[in-house]
């Protein structure tokens, strides 16, 4: 954790669309052209943990393709139109914050998803999107959500494909939001997502992010607050087997005064090289006033040659707070807890079984999606079962 001046962090204009870090490290870059991003060598900080030389094809902005099969759900009242990529940049969503996500953005159209004010929506918006083959693929996704509306989206990521997504929430004042993203790919499956959530006035929002399936998936999260008030809650469970790399980053910018912040992320891994990331940063920023937050990483590692990384930052630049904090645990099985299934008769692998559920099920019962949580459950059964094989 670092404490920096009251002053806070400075920046200056590189272009009229580009912001170029000056002094914070939370300042990242942000563009919506390609080629402000430099291709990522896997010497970068932010790239470190990533195997970016399996991932070349995604950084390329050159081709496209139709192989990913998308469909849309909605409910009554729920529009969905498509505009071009250049009318709708500058309509109030964040810009790109790597060169993934600039070149998610830099296709034809974007897909804008809205839900009209003080709708109150009794089944979830659904984005299906299912990969038949190993083609490169992208997608600018745009959810706005009106003041006093309340609404769940879910999102679901199937088959396989060489997919970079950009998924941009905006919630209006007073909105309640739960956003569900299901990674549940084929296991050569690769997968570059940045999801920007900007949290309206007053407003609460809810992202899960669930992945179970994939070879690669980096999925970046990113919360701002459009003014005071508004509520962020950053949840998810992953769970690696032998040769899967889940990655999960998250930023929330707070930047307005008042508001709060919870972050929740639990993972297990099993098998050799299954690896998972998961990096927290928080930013305090000067004029932030009143702000509570929290982040929490745990990760349940199950078997030799299985390793997790996890780094929680947090960056202050104003003592005037309620309180923030973060915690970071990576541990093996409880051998006290087995015992004492087993004693009460209760086999080792059913044993195992249990232990694992219900270190996952705080967070899975808050899905709000019945669903989705009964297949992350038979998902998480079945890694198990594979392990155990």
């Known amino acids: 954790m670092s404490l920096l001046a009251d002053s806070g962090p400075k920046a200056h204009t590189h ?38 030389g399996e991932l070349t094809d995604l950084f390329s902005d050159a081709g496209d393709s139709s192989s990913l099969s998308v469909t849309h759900e909605l409910p009554e009242g729920v529009t969905r139109t498509s505009v071009s ?13 790597d060169r993934a996500a600039a070149v998610a953005a830099s296709g034809d159209s974007v897909v804008v998803i809205d839900v009209p004010a003080e709708a109150e929506l009794t089944e979830p918006v659904r ?41 941009s929430v905006v919630s209006g004042d007073s909105s309640q939001l739960t956003i569900v993203s299901l990674q549940d790919w084929a296991d050569d499956a690769h997968h570059l997502g940045q999801h920007d959530v900007v949290v309206g006035r007053d407003a609460s929002v809810r992202h899960i992010a669930i992945t179970i399936g994939g070879g690669i998936v980096r999925l970046n999260t990113n919360a701002t607050y459009a003014g005071p008030g508004g509520s962020f809650e950053g949840l998810g469970v992953y769970f690696a087997d032998a040769g899967q790399h889940l990655e999960h980053r998250l930023f929330v910018d707070h930047e ?23 990096v927290g940063d928080v930013l305090i920023r000067a004029a932030a006033e009143g702000t509570e937050t929290y982040e929490l990483n745990r990760n349940l590692v199950l078997t030799d040659g299985a390793r997790a990384d996890s780094v929680p930052n947090l960056e202050i630049e ?28 209760i086999p080792e692998d059913e044993a195992r079984r249990l232990v694992v559920r219900g270190f996952f099920n705080s967070i899975v019962q808050r899905v709000g999606d019945p669903e989705i949580s009964e297949r992350i459950m038979a998902a998480i059964d079945v890694e198990l079962e594979g392990g155990a094989a």
């Open 15 to 52: 272009s009229a669309d580009t912001l170029v870090p000056d002094q914070s490290r939370a300042e990242r870059t942000r563009s919506w052209q390609v080629s402000d991003f430099d291709v990522p060598t896997g010497r970068e900080e932010d790239w470190r943990f990533t195997p970016v």
């Open 85 to 97: 990529a250049d009318e709708f940049r500058g309509a109030g969503v964040p810009l790109p914050a």
């Open 127 to 167: 984005i299906r999107l299912d990969g038949a083959s190993r083609e490169t693929v992208r997608s600018h996704h745009v959810v706005r959500v009106g003041a006093f509306a309340k609404a769940t989206v879910v999102v679901e990521h199937s088959g396989t494909s060489d997919y970079t997504e950009l998924l």
């Open 256 to 278: 307005a005064p008042h508001c709060t912040s919870n972050v929740e992320y639990k993972g297990a891994l099993q098998g050799e090289t299954a690896h998972t990331v998961w």
């Open 318 to 345: 104003t003592g005037e707070i309620i309180g923030a904090g973060h915690a970071s645990t990576t541990g093996r099985f409880d051998d006290q807890q087995l015992f004492y299934l087993q004693s009460r008769g």
